[in-house]
């Protein structure tokens, strides 16, 4: 059972499954193409995108059983582009601009 399942049930597989698409990609195209201000590691990315979706897929955020879908995939898209692409150099703003819209709309 996902941890988030305790909270909403469904949503661990959800979101290993969104995982699943965008991850690998994402942290292979970080590395080859663009530059970040503090050096990181995969899993450092992960574990502050993970932490940061978990902190907002809370129901004082208006997320409830009911709005679920639609709520995870905003909050999906908030803490993909914040914590994956907010530590990137001024330069890789655009490049992973354009990638992360090729690869979200894969969801």
């Known amino acids: ?63 409830k059983d009911d709005n679920l879908d639609l709520m995870l995939s905003k909050f999906f898209v908030f803490s993909y582009i914040w914590s994956l692409g907010g530590n990137l150099h001024d330069t890789s703003h655009k490049k992973f601009e354009e990638f992360a819209r090729m690869t979200i709309a894969e969801l």
Do not use: P, Q, W
């Open 1 to 63: 059972m996902h941890v988030m399942d305790k909270r909403f049930e469904g949503s661990g597989e959800k979101i290993m499954t969104m995982l699943d698409t965008v991850g690998d990609k994402t942290l292979a195209f970080l590395r080859k193409e663009c530059k970040e201000h503090i050096v990181s590691v995969d899993i450092n990315l992960m574990m502050s995108f993970t932490n940061l979706l978990d902190s907002l897929l809370r129901a004082e955020y208006g997320v």
